[in-house]
């Protein structure tokens, strides 16, 4: 079972970028998706999540340029981020919650990271 994120790169300040983070491997089910980052000499934190039934949840210095959503069936999530700022620059991290069988919860899986630079 592993998260593969993939989208990060190099864009202006004022530019775009779409991330992924496909999920695989024997998962019956997954609850909560979602995206972290973690700048250089900085904590990890959230930027964004959604629940199996689409509520989201946004970092307050992200709302209004990111969206977080989901593909159920492709057990992917995305974060598309608009309006970039040099302070977006950092490692992005997904995040999945989950059961592995009816039975078993607590699944805690992350991806590798993908990195993000905002700079001119």
């Known amino acids: 079972v592993q998260l593969q994120a993939s989208g990060g790169g190099l864009v202006q300040p004022g530019g775009s970028l779409r991330l992924s983070c496909r999920a695989s491997?024997?998962?019956?089910?997954?609850?909560?998706m979602g995206w972290y980052r973690q700048a250089p000499g900085k904590q990890r934190e959230l930027v964004a999540d959604i629940t199996s039934d689409g509520s989201t949840n946004y970092e307050t210095s992200v709302k209004g340029r990111f969206t977080i959503s989901r593909d159920n069936a492709k057990r992917t999530v995305y974060l598309q981020m608009k309006s970039l700022k040099p302070e977006d620059t950092a490692a992005y991290y997904c995040?999945?919650?989950?059961?592995?069988?009816?039975?078993?919860?607590?699944?805690?899986?992350w991806g590798q990271g993908t990195l993000v630079t905002v700079s001119s």
């Open positions: 995040n999945a919650e989950g059961c592995s069988d009816p039975w078993t919860c607590g699944l805690d899986l």
């Open positions: 491997g024997s998962i019956f089910s997954i609850k909560a």
